[in-house]
């Protein structure tokens, strides 16, 4: 039985991945600090590891085939990022394991391209987007050294999954259930996200298909380029009642960024809710087969009330065509997501 450590397993991300893989009937070590098994892991083993002992996560990962990298810091804490990353390689080559890594949206910078493919060039004019192209670039020599196997599937902002942290949860459906939906930037601006259960598959997915892949690939997964428009519209459906809408107050996180470093961060990220953007693939489906997230995409010459989008394209208009009736499908994501949402104190939204 193949053997994956999955870094971070107590995240969102790490929990719904680890979930994955046993469902595909791997042999999944859970690697957390304390050593503990999430709450609802059940079929994984647990590990105590600290990624920022390069000693500790060589034993954490000792005889494993694959090292998930779902390591992610609090925005405050993305000095750390680089240090983990190489003591992750030097686990991946102690090992021999394949290096599996969810990419994020920072590297471009802004302006955002509108369509993101994988041969669009990073450029990062944030510490964080300068950060993650550094740890691409990392993984990218360990690759062509022939010391480490990588994969990196890039994605959008996160929904899904149990917990909370995400932009979906801490701002946009944080008082749903008190009938107000949140719009982070203009309701009709086109934004990438993913939903956290197909994000998942992708990398299953692509574990099964490793004959087709080389020693460093570098993948986007599409997920749902909606509007808060149509988020708004299904969360709608989701509840059973109109929603009014707010904006997020960004002039109150600008005023006191000098003084809060949280508010300071998420703010030096704002642009991404300022900057329409979808992800493309010209090579995933080819390798996997249907992309887990198609099969939720309608073929729509415009959303919900017949809104079209700001960056001048439509839902769907050049996306992958969805199975007849398929539309309805749209809503599930989003409504599930809608529907295990509380609210909480916001500590960061977070994304690949």
């Known amino acids: 039985m193949t053997k994956i450590a999955i870094l971070g397993a107590n995240g969102r991300l790490g929990r719904v991945v680890a979930k994955a893989f ?15 098994l999430p709450a609802g892991l059940k079929g994984a083993t647990a590990i105590a590891g600290d990624a920022l ?30 240090p983990m990353a190489e003591n992750v390689m030097a686990a991946c080559h102690a090992n021999g394991a394949l290096h599996l890594f969810p990419g994020t949206v920072y590297n471009y910078g802004s302006p955002m391209p509108a369509v993101i493919t994988e041969d669009t060039p ?20 360990e690759a062509d050294a022939g010391r480490v196997r990588t994969i990196v599937l890039r994605a959008g902002d996160f929904f899904g999954g149990t917990g909370s942290g995400s932009w979906f949860d801490l ?15 203009p309701a009709d601006l086109v934004h990438e996200w993913a939903y956290l259960p197909d994000f998942a598959v992708g990398f299953v997915a692509l574990v099964k298909n490793l004959d087709k ?8 997964f599409p997920g749902h380029a909606v509007t808060d428009l149509e988020i708004k519209a299904a969360a709608e459906k989701a509840v059973g009642r109109p929603l009014k809408t707010t904006s997020m107050p960004w002039w109150v996180l600008r005023a006191g960024s000098p003084f809060v470093a949280m508010w300071r961060e998420i703010v030096s990220m704002s642009y991404l809710r ?3 953007h979808r992800l493309a693939s010209t090579r995933l489906e080819g390798i996997i087969g249907e992309i887990p997230a198609y099969a939720a995409r309608p073929r729509c010459r415009r959303g919900p009330g017949g809104h079209r989008h700001r960056n001048g394209r439509n839902f769907g208009q050049d996306r992958l065509n969805a199975p007849p009736g398929a539309a309805r499908h749209q809503i599930l994501p989003i409504s599930t997501s ?6 909480t104190t916001p500590r960061m939204p977070d994304g690949p």
């Open 22 to 36: 046993v469902g595909a009937g791997f042999d999944v070590r859970a690697v957390t600090r304390t050593g503990k």
């Open 53 to 82: 002992d390069r000693e500790a996560l060589i034993r954490a990962t000792q005889g494993v085939d694959i090292i998930f990298n779902g390591l992610n810091p609090i925005y405050t804490d993305w000095g750390k990022c680089l």
């Open 122 to 141: 990073f450029h990062p004019t944030t510490e964080k987007g300068r950060i993650r192209c550094a740890m691409e670039a990392l993984f990218r020599s």
């Open 171 to 185: 701002i946009v459906a944080a008082k749903i259930a008190k009938g107000i939906y949140t719009a982070p930037g």
């Open 213 to 220: 892949l080389g020693s460093y690939e570098a993948l986007n």
């Open 274 to 276: 300022f900057e329409p």
């Open 338 to 343: 809608i529907k295990t949402t509380t609210s």
